[in-house]
């Protein structure tokens, strides 16, 4: 038996200091397919590593050729295997460090089942304050710094919401440091995860990224698609991975795992023995009953330790004199909240005013301060400065670090500095002056480093620059210049979405400008078209990350707004993007009766463009719905409003050619629009066309795979930077038509596989292929009803993303007449990318 020798590729390429990108080019080959080799997944368990075809002997004549290495030396037999380098194991990337208690007490059985090995997802789930963060500190701490057998990877949503630099950060570090594209880094770190050892990931403060339940937000619900599919793989199994989570909310997407991969920590109050304990670490005198102040605050961990702080710092550690403290007056609902307000004002009361106005100014940055933003606050003086005015951060640190002793800020960085959000919420309250003022100063301080109204930046570190000045311009209380900052130096969708690919950051920017995170309460302040705006590109940008959901009820609000503003194009604009939603959704009775309705809407409105789009989607949903006929005449009308099909719409057009066989009408259809799309910088609309260019390439009498393969390369330029996911569908639909056409059957399994578990966890009913060759999967051994069933599969792959011709193609050879039918799943309700030129 033959095996291909990955660790040898590896090691040359690293030697030729090439990127793993770098050598794809070189090969010819799409990255992906040069990752398989060099990380051994070519060599197969039963058959080792089998050149069944043209192209994998291509490809080996290319490597050999490229890197310098003769093919007898690429593929050895099984017995010579490279011995490897013993692993030294891995040591901790501690991203964020987590908070540490000063004093720790009790949890003894929670501290014993995150330590107990397993696989799977431990959320651990309590009320603010009970000490989440604190328990999982101490478990991480127990750890020790390694070597370990797996990797244990350490990020705080409180200290950095960016998902996007989540995936970027662990990716980075599970991958071994290689350089991963945006768009692949969560496909590549679940594959990390998965390859064996037993990886940890610890994520503290998912509750900042959940739907609390408030409005109509979905309690539990993460609100990051990437994210989301991550933790549900997780606890589905990915070898021996474990993840911990801290939340407040349940994790709702995962309760379907419950008591299986999801293991869910609900943790209580510290009991009156381990309370006693706590409040004698923190000075009480020891020997008297401590148990009522402990039974005063419920045993709420945060309100015991700030209890022990103050009593042992300003009372001489008297229990007694602690008792004295005013629980009762019903300031909040929540009475642990009240119960703890009482401690803090207490605590205030007592500070040095330049502490109590530190606290009160940190309070204002979710994230963190460093002691040099306290310092530009300083030096602002007056009401801003409060106490702090005249001090310099050579003075400020010590007070700082005085804070961190008493327990009322923790360090998140080496100089930066952070709060609890109970602290933080009760230390707001005491600011005499507004909260705007005091951003206005680090908005400033931003200003003169950015030019505002600059062209649209492109570099990572100015986008971040640009999103901390649209933060501190909303929080001052300049909302008319925050939008513009999105739509005017950011560029809106137009440039974040269409051309930069950054889809979280958009998500990220509008959200901040809905209360509690609800696409419904859209600040009014934004004004009445910059307000519908921004609902409509949150539903793009979702869309584009496979928050379908999400992505629908922005349309939705979209639609209510435009329609109540009387703006009849804004109003089929709405119709015709929730239509394109449902249609991906599967939805197609729904989808019809959208484009009809935004055809109608846009004739009313005299605007012949938006009629020929949403026409020309009706004859695409005509088509799906098997109306070819119907579909036909569709397309007839909108051409006969004059309208030169164009992007989406051309698109359509050519997928209707390509199910009637009219293979060199799509072709010219789609050709056609290249150029175009170039020029705008449309690269997500580009990387459509390549995928149906990719199956055109297979449909003829010829199929051409290699120039299939091409194609699939260049949609891939989009997706491995952007993740966008039905983009990413239509590639693995191709993929696997490819991996067909050139006999390997396992490929073809493994990229229907994949593509079915990305469309189910997103409600991408239109692609989600039929599920009776998805059972013979499970049992299937190698031979002919394995090959019979990968072909049947991708065929109902390829016919459920209407790449019709293809799928008749790929059924010719397979054993099942019914196979290039349309498959339509019944999915939940929700949406898709669409934009406004679709």
């Given amino acids: 038996m033959l095996r291909f020798n990955h660790e040898l590729l590896a090691r040359v390429r690293t030697e030729l200091n090439l990127t793993q990108e770098a050598a794809a080019a070189a090969a010819g080959v799409d990255v992906r397919t040069y990752r398989r080799y060099e990380s051994g997944a070519v060599n197969e368990a039963a058959e080792g590593f089998v050149v069944r075809n043209a192209s994998r002997r291509r490809l080996l004549g290319a490597l050999s050729r490229e890197l310098g290495i003769a093919e007898s030396e690429l593929v050895i037999a099984a017995e010579e295997t490279v011995q490897e380098a013993a692993f030294e194991g891995w040591r901790p990337c501690h991203a964020h460090t987590l908070p540490r208690a000063r004093h720790f007490v009790g949890r003894e059985e929670a501290l014993a089942l995150l330590r107990a090995p397993g696989r799977g997802v431990i959320a651990v789930v309590a009320i603010g304050g009970a000490g989440k963060t604190a328990l999982v500190e101490r478990f991480v701490a127990g750890l020790g710094e390694g070597p370990h057998a797996g990797g244990l990877f350490v990020w705080s949503f409180y200290d950095d919401t960016r998902v996007e630099a989540f995936f970027a950060a662990a990716t980075k570090y599970f991958a071994g440091g290689a350089e991963v594209p945006a768009g692949e880094r969560p496909q590549a770190l679940q594959e990390a995860l998965a390859a064996g050892p037993p990886h940890v990931v610890v994520l503290d403060g998912l509750e900042v990224l959940q739907g609390s339940g408030l409005d109509d937000s979905t309690y539990g619900r993460i609100g990051d698609g990437a994210l989301r599919r991550l933790l549900m793989s997780a606890a589905r199994g990915l070898g021996a991975a474990r993840v911990v989570l801290t939340t407040r909310f349940e994790p709702s997407d995962l309760q379907a795992w419950d008591g299986a991969g999801l293991t869910t920590l609900r943790l209580g109050g510290l009991s009156p023995a381990e309370g006693s304990t706590l409040l004698e670490r923190w000075g009480l005198a020891a020997g008297t009953s401590l148990r009522p102040l402990v039974e005063k605050v419920g045993g709420h961990a945060l309100s015991v330790a700030m209890l022990g702080s103050y009593a042992g710092t300003f009372l001489d550690g008297d229990g007694a004199r602690a008792q004295a403290i005013a629980l009762e007056p019903a300031a909040r609902d929540d009475v642990q909240a009240r119960r703890l307000l009482a401690v803090l004002a207490a605590y205030a009361r007592a500070l040095a005013p330049e502490e109590r106005d530190l606290v009160a100014r940190l309070a204002l940055f979710p994230a963190g301060a460093e002691v040099e933003l306290l310092a530009r606050l300083a030096a602002a003086g007056g009401a801003v400065a409060g106490a702090l005015a005249g001090l310099e951060a050579a003075q400020i640190g010590p007070i700082v670090a005085r804070l961190e002793r008493l327990g009322l800020v923790a360090r998140a960085a080496p100089r930066r500095y952070t709060a609890h959000p109970f602290v933080a919420e009760y230390f707001r309250s005491l600011l005499a002056e507004p909260p705007a003022a005091i951003h206005e100063v680090e908005r400033e301080h931003l200003i003169a480093r950015l030019d505002v109204h600059g062209p649209g930046p492109h570099a990572e570190a100015r986008l971040d620059t640009y999103e901390a000045l649209l933060m501190h311009t909303l929080r001052a209380g300049r909302t008319g210049e925050a939008a513009s900052i999105y739509f005017r130096s950011l560029g809106g969708f137009s440039h974040l979405g269409l051309q930069l690919g950054a889809m979280s950051r958009g998500a990220r920017i509008v959200r901040v400008f809905a209360e509690g995170g609800d696409p419904g309460r859209m600040t009014i302040a934004a004004g009445p078209g910059r307000r519908a705006r921004l609902v409509y590109d949150w539903g793009l940008y979702a869309g584009a990350l496979g928050d379908l959901a999400q992505a629908s009820r922005c349309y939705r609000i979209h639609g209510a707004l435009v329609r109540e503003a009387g703006n009849l194009e804004g109003l089929t604009t709405s119709l015709r993007a929730l239509a394109y939603t449902e249609r991906l959704a599967g939805a197609l009775t729904e989808a019809l009766q959208l484009c009809e309705a ?47 099909p164009f992007a989406r719409r051309s698109f359509w057009a050519a997928e209707h050619a390509l199910g009637l066989g009219r293979v060199a009408a799509a072709q010219a259809e789609i050709e056609s629009n290249l150029a175009g799309l170039h020029e705008l910088g449309w690269a997500g609309h580009r990387a459509h066309a390549e995928t149906i260019l990719g199956a055109l390439a297979l449909a003829g009498e010829e199929p051409d795979p290699d120039r299939a393969g091409d194609h699939l390369q260049r949609a891939r330029t989009w997706t491995t930077a952007t993740g966008e996911v039905e983009v990413v569908l239509r590639c693995q639909v191709l993929e696997a038509q490819i991996c067909l056409a050139e006999r390997r059957f396992d490929d073809a399994e493994r990229a229907i596989r994949s593509g079915l578990v990305l469309a189910e966890t997103c409600g991408f009913g239109l692609f989600v292929i039929s599920t009776a060759p998805s059972h013979e999967w499970h049992d299937m051994s190698p031979g002919t009803s394995h090959q019979r069933s990968a072909r049947t599969s991708a065929a109902c792959v390829a016919a459920s993303c209407g790449c019709c011709s293809a799928a008749r193609s790929v059924s010719a050879c397979a054993s099942n007449p019914r196979a290039s039918a349309p498959v339509v799943a019944d999915p939940a309700r929700c949406s898709a990318s669409a934009n406004p030129h679709a």
């Fill in 598 to 644: 935004a055809a109608e809407v846009a004739i009313r409105a005299e605007a012949p463009g938006d009629a020929a789009r949403a026409l020309a989607l009706r004859a695409r949903v005509l088509h799906d719905l098997g109306r070819v006929e119907a579909a036909e005449a569709g397309f007839a009308e909108a051409r006969a409003l004059g309208d030169r």
